[in-house]
């Protein structure tokens, strides 16, 4: 090699004026808007009550091999907790379309119910994460949810 400097073509470098690579700084941030996770109030009986979460697709375009991960932490009585990490994929979620991720335990509303979302639209990666905090689904924090057309709680 001689001493040379041998560079190979990577999307996160560039050349300058003496031919060495340096890092690209401001890779562009894909921002998630007008998507949404929900907990909605499925069926209420004396004895119990039904929840699901729900991914809605807000958007005015389908979205792409969305991936779901979600998993429960925080702590009870003192001691912490950590629910199994699940996984949830969706091949294709139609604009103006819901999915149904999981069921959700009532017992799981005192932790914090993170749902890290990533999806495609035209080829690029978009991916944000969505936490319910501690005690955040409750009857005050209801609304309609739109497309759902249920009760519950939303984060955008």
């Known amino acids: 090699m001689n001493g040379e400097w041998v560079t ?3 999307p996160f470098t560039t050349r300058h004026s003496h031919n060495q690579p340096t890092m690209i700084k401001d ?3 894909n921002i998630v808007k007008d998507i949404a996770i929900a907990v909605a109030l499925e069926k209420e009986s004396a004895e119990s009550k039904i929840w699901y979460v729900y991914l809605i697709n807000l958007k005015k375009v389908p ?3 969305v991936l779901i991960t979600s998993r429960g932490y925080g702590e009870k009585d003192g001691s912490p907790v ?3 990490t699940l996984r949830h994929m ?4 139609e604009n103006g379309a819901y999915k149904l ?4 335990d009532e017992q799981t509303f005192g932790l914090n119910n993170e749902y890290w979302l990533s999806y495609y639209i035209d080829g690029n990666i978009y991916d944000k994460k969505f936490i319910f905090l501690p ?3 409750v009857e005050v924090n209801f609304i ?3 497309v759902v057309n249920k009760v519950g709680v939303m984060i955008l």
């Open 144 to 146: 309609k949810l739109p």
């Open 135 to 137: 005690e955040s689904i």
């Open 8 to 10: 190979f073509n990577s």
């Open 63 to 65: 979205i792409e091999n």
């Open 101 to 104: 991720i999981e069921p959700i």
């Open 82 to 84: 950590k629910t199994s």
């Open 90 to 93: 969706f091949p294709v979620v």
């Open 27 to 29: 890779i562009p941030q």
